[in-house]
């Protein structure tokens, strides 16, 4: 079940960075260049669904380890918190959750160290 979550979520992040990356070279309110905060944000959603896709294969091949799960679940949050975040205050015009952007940061930094420890432990077998 988890596999599918996170590799579902990370096509899904994939393909709406793409869409919003075509959205803003064609928007007006855009002629000018896309503001340095918001293609940062896409750049990131970008890595970090291909992210969300390494973690579902990984936990398709080595099975849902607590690690796994809470580095998929720590990528979905700081793919909510910190890009989707950035794209509806830029584009949306909608600032209420401003102050979870670093939050949303540090949900990744804290979902990469938690996915090499996952991936570092051995399996129930004893293999490395």
């Known amino acids: 079940m988890f596999h599918r979550l996170f590799s579902l979520s990370g096509a899904l992040f994939a393909a709406l960075s793409v869409v919003l990356s075509a959205a803003l070279a064609h928007l007006p309110q855009f ?4 503001p340095s ?6 750049n990131l ?3 970090h669904a291909l992210a969300l896709l390494l973690i579902g294969l990984a936990i398709r091949l080595i ?3 607590r690690w796994l799960v809470a580095a998929g679940a720590l990528m979905l949050s700081g793919m909510l918190l910190f890009s989707m975040n950035i ?5 949306l015009g909608w600032d209420a959750l401003r102050a979870l952007v670093p939050w ?3 949900c990744w930094i804290a979902a990469w160290c938690v996915l090499a420890v996952g991936l570092a432990r051995k399996d129930s077998n004893g293999r490395d």
Do not use: D, E, I, N
Not at 37 to 42: D, K, N, P, T, Y
């Open 104 to 106: 949303g940061g540090s």
């Open 31 to 34: 002629a000018s260049g896309v």
């Open 63 to 65: 099975g849902p380890t």
């Open 37 to 42: 905060m918001v293609q940062s944000a896409l």
């Open 87 to 91: 794209h509806a205050r830029h584009l």
């Open 45 to 47: 959603q970008q890595f």
